[in-house]
């Protein structure tokens, strides 16, 4: 017991001094070089820069199917990228019903690094969402200003905090920004092909979506997801008839079969999951999958002769997509009497599969946030990940993060309100991890 109050005793007398030695603490944190403290000075020195680029950006309207306003917001950052030093190109994307992608380089003797963003939002020429408003002096709300205009702008403030540093000329940057990420067009291979060029040889690449908005999560895994079509068809025939050898169990039997099956043999798996998300069955159907609904006709007494059924797939690596769409397949393959299954699937986005690589950069990650002062950065659960475009150049680059944007809230809706206290911490936080990965950090 004495033994307890003493050491009680002893925490009481460390902890009142607590407060003493962070009042002696320097504010600037010591673990930096004095090249880097540059790249921070300058960020918080044109902080007002970076929120009027924001604004600017957030007020043109280029939700994805607006091709002019997305060639605009393009416009506006590749003339940033070109005061930078950078070599710009627009990617047409008529070949895939876009806008198309704007791609940046800056060739130096440093690993490379690859930088995502995209331009396009969710929000169209008819939302009524349109408009930057600043709430108060933190907060602002704006369409696309965390998904991912924010993002954007910090990109183009890290690239202008390094090369005020002296430290852009010998780096070797490259920057995508995707104008068709919220929808992306088809073929995917085509519409992803210049990204996917782009990370050719790249050491590590970052993505700066807003993740799940908070300043002390990174994403490092996040789930890829297709969707599927089953289309069953049967034997049409009186309904008393219903089981006999010749006429079997009709279409609506064998899609509950199924779908019934997938639920017991997939269910439950980690990170896995499956959705049928609409039915129609009957003597006929009529399904149009681009808008997701149809129409069915069928009567109690008559066997059913077609069903069609759409849903999703999500999972976390290849392997476990492979797996999961042989499972449903060899499923649907076993129809019962008189029916016959056809089960496609779309072409998918892919994971970002947990790698050590992906650990790796997030632990450079979370050791610059410590050295700003900013606190540790955590990984997100990947199944709280929403898909995005690093997930496309995930075979080719050994370590990759995601969500190093702009944080906020309500993303996707016309409530999306970012923190602006968030856009220099991450500008700062970026370009000292691309600094450190253009010294060579593995
Ligand atoms: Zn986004």
């Known amino acids: 017991m004495t033994d307890v109050k003493k050491s009680g005793a002893g925490m009481l007398f460390f902890m009142t001094f607590i407060p003493f030695i962070s009042f ?15 790249v921070v000075s300058y960020i918080d020195a ?3 820069d970076a929120i009027a680029l924001l604004e600017r950006v957030v007020n043109i309207n280029s939700g994805t199917q607006n091709l002019v306003g997305v060639r605009e917001v393009g416009a506006v950052f590749r003339a940033e990228f070109d005061r ?25 003797t440093s690993p490379k690094v690859l930088l995502i963003g995209h331009l396009d939002t969710v929000f169209e020429r008819d939302s009524p969402f349109q408009k930057f408003e600043r709430l108060d002096a933190t907060t602002a709300r704006g369409p696309g200003i965390i998904d991912m205009k924010g993002g954007d702008v910090i990109i183009i403030q890290a690239l202008k905090a390094l090369d005020a540093a002296g430290l852009l000329k010998s780096m070797n940057i490259t920057v995508v920004m995707t104008g068709d990420e919220e929808a992306a067009g088809r073929p995917l291979t085509r519409a992803r ?71 017991e043999q997939l269910a439950g798996e980690p990170h896995l999951t499956f959705n049928p998300g609409v039915i129609l069955g009957g003597t006929s159907v009529d399904f149009d999958s681009v808008q997701s609904r149809g129409t069915a006709f069928g009567k109690t007494n008559v066997v059913a002769e077609r069903a069609t059924v759409a849903g999703d797939l999500r999972a976390l690596s290849n392997e476990q997509f492979q797996k999961a769409m042989a499972a449903m397949r060899d499923i649907a393959g076993k129809s019962l009497p008189r029916t016959r299954a056809e089960l496609t699937f779309d072409e998918a986005y892919p994971p970002l599969a947990p790698t050590a690589g992906n650990e790796r950069l997030l632990v450079h990650y979370d050791r610059v946030s410590r050295d700003l002062g900013s606190g540790p950065v955590e990984a997100v659960n990947p199944d709280r990940a929403g898909a995005a475009d690093v ?23 016309v409530g999306e309100t970012a923190d602006l206290t968030a856009l220099p911490l991450q500008a700062k936080r970026a370009a000292m991890l691309i600094a450190r990965l253009a010294k060579g950090a593995r």
């Open 391 to 413: 997930s496309f150049v995930a075979d080719q680059v050994p370590m990759i993060i995601d969500a190093a944007g702009l944080k906020g809230k309500d993303g996707h809706t």
């Open 84 to 108: 930078l030093g950078f070599q710009t190109q627009w990617v047409d994307g008529a070949g895939w019903q876009r806008a198309g992608h704007l791609v940046a380089t800056h060739p130096g």
């Open 193 to 263: 092909e210049a990204l996917v060029t782009a990370a050719k040889g790249a050491a590590a690449a970052i993505g700066f979506e807003d993740g799940d908005g908070l300043a002390e999560h990174i994403v490092v895994a996040r789930r890829g997801s297709t969707s599927w079509e089953l289309r069953v068809t049967g034997t049409p025939a009186h309904s008393s008839q219903i089981f006999r050898d010749d006429i079997g169990a009709g279409a609506i039997f064998e899609a509950a079969r199924i779908l019934n099956a997938f639920r």
């Open 24 to 38: 002696l603490a320097p504010a600037e944190p010591q673990s930096i070089s004095a090249e880097e403290r540059a």
């Open 46 to 48: 044109h902080k007002d």
